[in-house]
């Protein structure tokens, strides 16, 4: 189209092309002369009244991501978090951006996610891992419950809440818990010494056993062996022990990083140390499966509550608090919940456990070599404990026998 003065307009393309060249070179220029950089034109504007950026991207495109259905990213996240080795990997999903977020804390995935996933470490414990926790054990992870058990039962002294905890994943099947229960009533822990009930120590242990927990089916064994809180059968006791040597080798020789020599574990000494039991006694082989404290194989690897426990203590001095021990066994992490609770070795008097099981597992991997009998052995209070085999009476400590 002409004008008057016989000038052509330009097309609409061509103008919209010119005008945006001359407000970019004023922009270049602009931003030159005040010391700010350039932008590359088409990505960013600058608006002149608000000294802000402003993005001029095109409009009505979507992210592939925000198509997904809900369903579909929470199945995602529920495998994610069940096979999470440790918790930055589940963390690290969550702070993504807000839809994971709000779909990574749905009951569904905290009731899949694995031990790893909230295995605290101690020194970082915090009202937001507490929190954490708690949101999974709402949604009905048992092993978030054990976990948050314990921690608060033994490091929070919050023994009811602990408890409850606890029984509620033992309600779902979880054998450490129903141990950990057994193990409480066994030693009346969270109350006097007239609280034990060795009959529910007992049934509980049992429950755990029949679901294959290893340091349960050693203490029923113990426990037929002894008499102790169930009818004497010297011979089922030896049946569970067998049992638990068994699997205790089998869990063991299945992992390929354990790292066991071959046929080490047949390594079978009978005079290694004066206090250890002649193998006649455990079978006439003399199999270490037949003994009181199976094969000589690794120490399992502990539980993330038991690690927590370590460390927490360990932060704090090795101490529960004024004349309040802790387990000798290291992989344990248990403290007294008041004084005289756990009971000592029989020979030397320098260790005490929370259990027989704890007891067993402690001989193989060091006290054997460090027990050291002595005529008569005195506590911190400066009062002569008992000497005599079996579980003492009184006010004093009981007494465990190392056989």
């Known amino acids: 189209m002409r004008t008057r003065r016989g000038i052509s307009y330009p097309r609409r393309g061509v103008a919209v092309d010119a005008c945006n060249t001359a407000a970019e070179k004023r922009t270049s220029s602009t931003n030159y002369k005040r010391g700010k950089p350039d932008f590359t034109a088409g990505e960013y504007m600058v608006c002149r009244k608000r000294n802000r950026l402003v993005s001029t991207g095109k409009k009505g495109e979507t992210d592939l991501f925000d198509s997904l259905p809900d369903d579909l990213v929470i199945s995602i996240l529920c495998k994610l978090s069940s096979c999470a080795s440790c918790p930055s990997d589940f963390i690290n999903v ?8 709000g779909l990574g804390l749905h009951s569904l995935v905290l009731s899949k996610a694995s ?18 926790l ?18 608060r039962f033994y490091c929070l002294q919050n023994r009811g809440s602990g408890a409850s905890l606890m029984a509620k994943a033992a309600i779902s099947s979880h054998a450490p818990a129903l141990y950990s229960l057994a193990v409480i009533q066994f030693n009346g822990s969270g109350g006097s010494k007239s609280d034990k009930d ?9 429950r755990a056993a029949f ?9 029923l064994g113990h426990c037929l062996q002894d008499g102790y809180g169930v009818r004497q059968s010297v011979a089922e006791g030896r049946r569970f022990l067998v049992q638990a040597n068994a699997r205790e080798l089998a869990a063991v020789l299945s992992n390929p990083d354990s790292g066991l020599p071959t046929r080490a574990w047949l390594a079978w000494n009978p005079h290694a140390h004066p206090n250890h039991r002649h193998p006649s006694e455990n079978g006439p082989s003399g199999c270490p499966l037949l003994s009181d404290f199976g094969c000589n194989v690794p120490a399992p690897e502990a539980h993330p ?17 004024s004349g309040l021990r802790l387990c000798s066994h290291t992989g344990c992490g248990r403290p007294e919940t008041r004084k005289h609770e756990f009971r000592r070795c029989s020979v030397c008097g320098a260790v005490n456990y929370c259990s027989r099981a704890c007891q067993a597992l402690d001989w193989k991997l060091r006290h054997k070599e460090e027990c050291t009998p002595v005529e008569r052995w005195v506590d ?4 002569g404990g008992d000497d005599a085999g079996g579980v003492g009476g009184g006010d004093g400590d009981d007494v465990m026998v190392e056989s």
């Not at 969550?94 to 994971?100: A, G, M, P, S, V």
């Not at 708690?134 to 921690?151: F, H, Q, R, S, V």
């Not at 509550?305 to 608090?321: D, H, K, V």
């Open 94 to 101: 969550l702070i993504t951006c807000r839809r994971l977020n």
């Open 380 to 383: 911190e209070d400066g009062e």
């Open 211 to 219: 679901l294959g927990h290893i340091d349960a089916l050693r203490e």
């Open 134 to 151: 708690k949101l999974c054990a709402d949604a009905g992870n048992a092993e978030a419950c054990y976990t948050l058990g314990m921690i």
């Open 198 to 206: 060795l009959r529910a120590g007992v049934a509980l242990c049992a």
């Open 305 to 321: 509550a038991s690690r927590f426990l370590t460390e927490w203590f360990a932060i704090r001095g090795g101490s529960a608090g």
């Open 115 to 132: 031990p790893k996933s909230f295995a605290i470490k101690a020194n970082n414990w915090s009202d937001s891992a507490h929190r954490f």
